[in-house]
């Protein structure tokens, strides 16, 4: 996930949880059980206090552009959210890669597949696993790898940076590759003695 969509993420989160935390404080400061522990001079809203009583009712009944405009802020709303979901899941795995000829692709689990077949080629790797991610012009690579216990990382990297890594962007070319490794090391199983 690209640094601007994490961080546009996160600020739409911490807006709503902000809206919402302080309607939430709001709507609980009228109530006796919560307003009586408030500080003196802090703001609540009064115990007895009605939303909506009849004569504003009909003073809202009166003028004919407020059920318009709910219902254009609400589709408004609801279409921005539906934008921002379409835009989750098309940022999620790459199904294909355009190749350099009209209508001729490269599917993407493939080249993650044989990305994984090589990457478990290399010496020190028990598993790896690898799933493509961003968009047709900007690839990106999440590699796990699972290593043996005798392996060094550092020469399992650098082995997968000569083979599996620069054979995908080979494969790739001329779009930009960007590669995230994780690494793990197998877990034996412990023996019990008797």
Do not use: C, Y
């Not at 522990?37 to 004919?64: C, F, H, I, S």
């Not at 098309?90 to 090589?118: I, K």
């Not at 650098?158 to 090391?185: I, Q």
């Amino acid at each position: 996930m690209s640094r601007l969509r994490n961080g546009t993420n996160r600020a739409a989160l911490f807006g709503a949880a902000a809206v919402l935390l302080a309607s939430g404080a709001t709507l609980a400061s009228a109530t006796g059980v919560v307003g009586d522990r408030l500080p003196a001079n802090w703001p609540r809203l009064p115990a007895g206090r009605t939303w909506l009583d009849g004569e504003a009712l009909g003073r809202w009944r009166d003028q004919g552009w407020w059920p318009t405009g709910v219902i254009v802020a609400l589709s408004v709303g609801v279409l921005l959210f539906l934008w921002w979901g379409g835009a989750q899941v098309r940022a999620g795995r790459l199904r294909e890669v355009p190749l350099g000829q009209p209508g001729v692709t490269l599917s993407g689990p493939a080249l993650a597949a044989a990305m994984a077949e090589r990457a478990a080629a290399v010496d020190g790797v028990a598993r790896a696993h690898v799933t493509l991610l961003g968009r047709p012009r900007r690839l990106r690579a999440r590699i796990t790898l699972v290593l043996a216990a005798e392996s060094r990382p550092e020469a399992v990297l650098g082995d997968l940076g000569r083979r599996a890594v620069a054979e995908a962007r080979a494969a790739a070319a001329p779009r930009v590759l960007e590669v995230d490794a994780r690494l793990t090391v197998r877990r034996h199983k412990t023996r019990r003695l008797r």
